[in-house]
């Protein structure tokens, strides 16, 4: 079967190849900021659902299409990438030594012909403590580049992984895809992982 990614993020990516799905990768362009909902939550859903269905729109033939989008939800906002160093700095300092929820949205749409048969909208969480860096290793941090492209300006499996404490959920999910809700997806769909196509190992 095939299998798309509806997602630039190579976090994502990387994810499903370390799990032994090797899948195709076609960009939404989405306009990202024209999309609001109420909540962290919904947000998440919205977006990724998107996402999947502007890349399943451009398709014909058999396959699945996978979107998704994480936000890192504190005092109910949603945080997405920071638009700039002076903001992933002021949101480092506002994040430490506190926890927070990384919500990511996943949208599967099967897709037969030119039309979507199938369609699932889910959202995983997953807590996360920060540590306590100090301004000299937030700005340290910032000056890498990395917290200026990624959801909740962190990452758990780069240079952010630092200065996360501990993480209650699915981890893979803080990276941006959760493996066992994508699972639990593809069941409901009458698929089984081993029906994706297989990342050279």
């Known amino acids: ?4 990614l509806a997602s630039a993020s190579s976090g994502r990516l990387r994810t499903l ?40 729109g ?8 996978l979107g998704c989008d994480s936000m890192l939800e ?10 700039s160093a002076e903001e992933a700095i002021a949101r480092w300092k506002s994040m430490r030594g506190r ?12 897709v037969a012909g030119s ?32 917290p200026l492209r ?7 499996d780069g240079l952010g992984g630092w200065f996360v404490e501990a993480v209650a959920g699915d981890h893979h999910n803080v990276v941006g895809l959760s493996l066992p809700l994508l699972r639990r997806m593809l069941l409901d769909f009458g698929y089984a992982v081993s029906d994706l196509p297989t990342a050279a190992r």
């Open 74 to 83: 504190l005092d109910g906002a949603a945080l997405g990438k920071p638009s």
């Open 17 to 56: 190849r370390h799990a032994g799905v090797e899948p195709e990768v076609e960009v939404s362009g989405v306009d990202e900021e024209a999309i609001t909902a109420p909540t962290p939550t919904d947000l998440v859903r919205e977006l990724a659902h998107a996402k999947a269905v502007a890349v399943a």
């Open 150 to 156: 990624v959801a909740g300006a962190f990452t758990v």
């Open 99 to 110: 926890t927070a929820v990384l919500r990511t949205g996943h949208t599967l749409i099967e």
């Open 1 to 4: 079967m095939r299998f798309l």
């Open 58 to 65: 451009r398709q014909r033939g058999e396959l699945l299409v």
């Open 115 to 146: 039309a979507a048969v199938r369609m699932s909208d889910r959202v995983a969480s997953t807590e996360v403590r920060f540590a306590e860096p100090s301004d000299a290793e937030i700005e340290a941090y910032v000056g890498t580049g990395e």
